[in-house]
């Protein structure tokens, strides 16, 4: 459990573009930054930034929070760990109480797992650098490979013994459960019921997070009989935490130096990667031996948008590796490719050459993807008219996923002239391939229609997209024609969440009650004034206080059960030292509370309606004691004037008209109610406290 007074120093201390520009490439767009959205498949930026309300927000597809519910919704982490996360970013001591063993059984599948795969890292590290077996066959392996020892620490290698079960029987003597022994794959038990390790006799690469967290390891086996010449890899198995088509090796090393070179080498194993860093090129990531996903080109394409892919020269898996520059092409990548001689790999290149001679090679050798291909192919035409039509429809293929108009036609220009085609030929092969493209998307979109409720924004009049509680956001005129979850950032003032719950259109109470939990969001521990007690004291009443106060005088409660949930805890809360109504529920560990707190606690909208025209208006702050009772009338208006609405629905039913008794009761209540709310209006404008 973390301390109430500890929690406040994490929030104070997170910043929203610190905290976001971890994971996420950001560029200045006005008073707020924007980026590459890491919750969805976003090409264009709609997620943006806004370091005055320390918030961030995605224009596509809805998330996004304070730095904490950033944090939880990306790395999957809970409140609690949202905070250890943060508080180890900005080096706060956190100090909490020893968890029960209830507290520890309740610990989620996941966190479970990450912490068996922190502990079989430092085993691993443990077993390389402690032990004879580590340093004469593991830690000589990578000295063999000319790796240093600073690289081997920086990329936390390791080494698993050639024995059957030694790392099963160190997690249990360690306390860890043997569910997640197994559910890691760490360890496997085989039909007879008999536990063994996965790694066993291999040295180890850690597969990591971009924020660094441990979900899988790479083991490559080793023969000590051969010293290593037989090579094989295998890896973790999928699991809740660990996905290979996700993960790319070396991106949490590799994603500061990415951005700053606003580029990226793609490499194919742990080794390469390895083998760049000791050469001083650190924005290197492997796609570890498989085939190149898109949630592995999206992962890249969140820090930049420039990538060299790098070749060992083998014509077999450069033809094969064909699909993945197109995947690139599609996300909207910038894609370079660079051949290495004589069919080296990056680390054996490495090894031939100096630090400078590697990178001015990298340097002077990218080629730009369409001339590379084109060059490959013609070479496998050889003058043959039927190979050389199909090299024209591969390329066509690449060039139509092209998703910038301009890029692509900059690209067909340049291959018309390199196959000595008329433009138009080629442009007009482009267009039938992107129309058939077009259809199939569409066949698809409909086929979702059918199966499963439309999910478009709907549109309020004049075209406007409109949020879910029907605020204008971004007319049509600004979204781009291919991209329908484009959002231009010039059109947005100000970062806004939809609410967590939608009046009906019919209710008037929802809005007004939204008013009063904006003044609880906002002020509710602020004193709006002094009142005298039973003694003739004076004593302070509180924004918080004076709600439950005037709700309890006539037997009210709040319609939303968010609602009601806010009042109850800021009631509970507001008493304690340091506490603030605003930065509780905006950090609020229920999404739907802390979305609704961040939406009511920066609409800039004043209340100005209860001041004369021309008059000059005081900090809201300043006001409490003459707008809450005119809002708290407000609210009691509107359940008066439901009432009335109600009776009149009824008044209407034939059934009701015909029972004399039941219509005359119901004017009676009519005129009953007709009083009430006269007497509110008059009341309206000139109540005043204290």
């Keep these: 459990m973390i301390d109430r007074q500890t929690v406040d120093r994490i929030l104070d201390a997170a910043n929203i573009v610190e ?50 519910h950033f944090i939880m919704e990306h790395e999957q982490l809970t409140y609690p760990d949202a905070l250890r996360y943060l508080a180890k970013k900005y080096h706060i001591e956190i100090k909490e109480r020893e968890q029960t063993d209830e507290e520890k059984a309740e610990q989620g599948e996941r966190e479970s797992m990450f912490v068996v795969n922190e502990w079989a890292n430092e085993w691993f590290q443990q077993q390389l650098n402690d032990t004879v077996d580590g340093r004469a066959v593991g830690l000589a392996y990578f000295r063999q490979r000319g790796f240093r020892d600073d690289l081997i620490r920086k990329f936390q290698l390791g080494f698993c013994p050639d024995k059957y079960d030694a790392q099963w029987q160190a997690g249990k003597a360690a306390g860890y459960n043997e569910e997640f022994l197994l559910k890691t794959g760490l360890c496997i038990r085989n039909e007879q019921g008999k536990t063994y390790d996965r790694f066993r006799n291999r040295v180890i690469f850690p597969i990591h997070t971009i924020s660094g967290k441990v979900v899988g390891f790479g083991g490559r086996v080793l023969d000590s009989r051969t010293k290593g010449v037989q090579v094989k890899y295998q890896n973790s198995p999928e699991s809740v935490i660990y996905s290979k088509k996700r993960e790319l090796y070396g991106l949490f090393f590799a994603k500061k130096e990415i951005v700053k070179q606003d580029l990226c080498y793609l490499v194919e194993g742990y080794t390469d990667v390895m083998a760049m860093h000791q050469q001083g090129v650190e924005n290197v990531v492997a796609s570890s031996g498989t085939a190149l996903t898109h949630e592995q080109i999206r992962a890249i394409h969140r820090f930049t948008e420039n990538i060299v892919v790098i070749y060992d020269g083998d014509a077999a898996g450069i033809k094969a590796s064909q699909r993945g520059i197109d995947m690139l092409l599609a996300e909207g990548m910038s894609v370079k490719l660079l051949l290495l001689p004589d069919g080296d790999d990056p680390d054996s290149f490495a090894r031939k050459h100096t630090a400078t ?19 490959l192919l013609l070479a496998e035409a050889q003058g043959d008219p039927i190979k050389l039509s199909r090299l024209v429809n591969n390329i066509v293929e690449s060039l139509a996923v092209i998703p910038d108009e301009i890029t692509r036609t900059f690209y067909i220009k340049e291959t018309s002239q390199m196959l000595s085609l008329e433009e138009r030929i080629i442009t007009s092969a482009v267009a039938k391939v992107r129309k058939k493209m077009r259809e199939e998307w569409q066949k698809e979109k409909e086929k979702e229609k059918e199966g499963t409720p439309s999910s478009l924004p709907l549109k309020g009049e004049g075209g406007h997209q409109l949020t879910a509680g029907g605020e204008s956001v971004i007319s049509d005129d600004t979204k781009d024609s291919e991209n329908p979850s484009y959002v231009d950032p ?37 004193v709006m004034c002094n009142v005298e007690d039973e003694q003739g004291q004076e004593q302070p009443l509180t924004v918080v206080e004076f709600i439950r106060y005037s709700l309890d005088e ?45 939406e009511l606690g920066h609409d800039p909208e004043a209340l100005s309606k209860i001041h004369e025209k021309g008059m000059p208006v005081k900090p809201e ?20 004037e439901e009432q009335l609405r109600t009776i009149m629905q009824q008044m209407r039913d034939p059934a009701i008209l015909s029972d004399k008794e039941r219509c005359t009761e119901l004017m009676r209540r009519y005129q009953e109610i007709k009083n009430i709310q006269s007497e509110i209006g008059r009341q309206r404008g000139d109540r005043v406290i204290g």
């Design 19 to 68: 905290v976001v520009s971890d994971f996420v490439t950001l560029k200045r767009a006005g008073a707020n930054l924007k980026g590459l959205c890491p919750f969805h498949d976003d090409r264009t930026p709609s997620f943006m930034v806004s370091p005055a309300k320390n918030i961030c927000k995605c224009f596509a597809c809805g998330k996004g929070g304070t730095p904490v």
């Design 357 to 375: 001679e590697y990178q001015e090679y990298l340097r002077d050798h990218q080629v730009d993807f369409i001339r590379f291909k084109t060059d």
């Design 490 to 526: 010039s059109t947005i003032t100000q970062i806004q969440t939809a609410p967590s719950s939608s009046p009906s259109s019919s209710s008037l109470l929802l809005p007004t009650e939204r008013l009063l939990i904006q003044q609880i969001v906002r002020h509710g521990e602020k």
């Design 554 to 598: 006539d037997g009210l409660q709040l319609q939303s059960p968010l609602h009601r949930q806010i009042l109850e805890e800021a009631l509970q809360n507001f008493r304690s030292e340091g506490f603030r109504c605003d930065r509780y529920f905006e950090n609020h560990p229920d999404l739907a509370i802390a979305d609704l707190a961040n």
């Design 621 to 640: 702050e300043e006001r409490l004691v003459e707008l809450l009772p005119h809002l708290m009338s407000d609210y009691k208006l509107a359940i008066v």
